[in-house]
């Protein structure tokens, strides 16, 4: 059978194609100052070796990966170097502004651009939508779908209703209420009936009417240390273990890399996880036990990606990946739904 160029209808089909997030090098961010230095290069080193290391899982698996390209040269280092907030962030988060519906693909173009070639590049027939304001987009990390039915927040503008309106078409329609932020931080679908959560969304009666939901109680920053004294400084977006002191590269990131950091208070990245099939899940935490006799209750097997700073860059495995292919075709998970969209308070 000739494999689709863009197939997703769920989360859980077998994966079979994948576009991972990529990285600066090390290099980008020589001649910054010495109190900088260090922790940055470490971030970017790391960060390149746990990607690399979730590639090759991937690809053990059977999953074609790609990953959008950066120029590394020394010119372009050289070109760029002490001008960190004119580039933007890297492409490391690719699930945030594209998005993957049955056979089609979208992207808004409107992170970093390797992302969008590289996804116009793998099928050149993916729609390009109109730019919109990186605050208020709708994305892929606040839309999934499952079989006929996808799942979305209120339209953040007018002008994007009528876009998402003719992208919605084929499908039941559900609005997810009360501003839960990227939906993959918040809750995952891991399998039919099977859904983890965190612990202040608790009403999935009418979105998922039977489904076993785990919820991840207590899964605050007060078990990090030391972050109390970090979040003073600021606001609670991001943390990098060691450098709570370290009051310039504080404001280093602060200052210049504001639009690489989100805001890592608000996530639990137990939630944000990657199913590969029905039966394997990547999680980037292995010692959640909850999390591992939930999985272990609906047969699926924990397969431990390291993901050092995620804290950092404020995304987790679900966001650094896009899921462009999976193994299956689309059904109707609940045939007693009415047609008429549906208004679910979460």
């Known amino acids: 059978m000739e494999t689709k160029i863009y197939n997703i209808w769920n989360k859980w089909d077998p994966l079979k194609v994948c576009m991972l997030g990529n990285n600066f090098t090390p290099e980008f961010f020589d001649g910054v100052p010495a109190a900088v230095d260090k922790p940055l290069k470490r971030i970017c080193e790391e960060t390149l070796e746990d990607l690399a290391g979730f590639k090759t899982i991937l690809q053990d698996f059977g999953v074609k990966v790609i990953q959008p390209e950066l120029d590394n040269s020394k010119r372009f280092l050289e070109e760029t170097r002490g001008v960190v907030k004119d580039y933007g962030r890297g492409p490391l988060q690719p699930r945030d502004y594209q998005l993957i519906l049955g056979n089609q693909g979208y992207t808004l173009d409107t992170d970093n651009p390797a992302i ?104 605050s920053w007060a078990k990090v240390a030391n972050w109390h004294i970090l979040k003073n400084k600021n606001e609670g977006k991001w943390w990098l273990a060691g450098e709570e002191t370290n009051d310039e590269f504080t404001y280093f990131v602060n200052t ?68 462009l292919v999976r193994e299956g075709v689309q059904q109707d998970y609940f045939p007693n739904r009415s047609d008429k969209a549906q208004d679910h308070r979460l």
């Open 116 to 219: 969008a070639q590289c996804l116009k590049n793998y099928n050149p027939k993916t729609v390009q939508l109109p730019k919109q304001d990186i605050h208020t987009d709708f994305t892929s990390a606040t839309v999934f779908m499952i079989g006929k039915d996808i799942y979305h927040q209120p339209a953040p503008t007018n002008s994007f209703t009528k876009i998402y309106d003719h992208m919605f078409r084929n499908f039941r329609r559900n609005t997810i209420q009360d501003g839960v932020g990227h939906t993959d931080g918040c809750f995952h679908t891991i399998k039919p009936g099977a859904i983890l959560s965190l612990y202040e969304i608790e009403n999935y009666e009418s979105s998922f009417p039977g489904w076993d939901v785990c919820y991840l109680e207590n899964e």
């Open 256 to 323: 210049w890399l504001d639009d690489w950091v989100g805001y890592v208070e608000e996530s639990v990245f137990d939630v944000n996880v990657l199913v590969l099939d029905e039966h394997h899940v990547c999680i980037s935490n292995p010692h959640n036990e909850i999390v591992n006799a939930f999985l272990k209750k609906h047969g699926m097997e924990a397969i431990h990606v390291p993901w050092r700073h995620r804290w950092f860059w404020d995304g987790g495995l679900h966001c650094i990946t896009l899921d």
